[in-house]
């Protein structure tokens, strides 16, 4: 872990093409990212060449850098990202009134 602060979920707005992959070959290269223990994928948008994808990954000490790279070198791009939880644990979500 060393200086670097323990990344444990990050929530990314992203999209990839149509064509040539699918969320199932997407969220296998996302699992072997360090530190990923879980995948979620979304599909939240469909244009005719590009999926808008909701990507959920959970893990310990999860290489950000490392996620990015995977999701570019699949043709995607990252928009936003949406929730990053950082430490020892993930606390839970309070629902605003």
């Known amino acids: 872990m060393g200086d670097r602060p323990s990344i444990r979920r990050v929530v990314i707005d992203a999209a990839i093409p149509t064509k040539g992959i699918t969320i199932v070959d997407v969220a296998k290269e996302l699992y ?9 994928i979304s599909v939240d948008d469909v244009d005719v060449d590009v999926l808008g994808l909701m990507v959920v990954v959970e893990g310990v000490d999860i290489n950000y850098e490392e996620l990015v790279e995977v999701l570019e070198k699949a043709g995607g ?10 430490g020892e644990y ?3 979500a309070r629902e605003e009134v």
């Open 90 to 92: 993930i606390p839970e």
């Open 32 to 40: 072997k990212v360090d530190g990923v223990k879980a995948v979620r």
């Open 77 to 86: 791009v990252v928009h936003s990202v949406d929730e990053v939880v950082v």
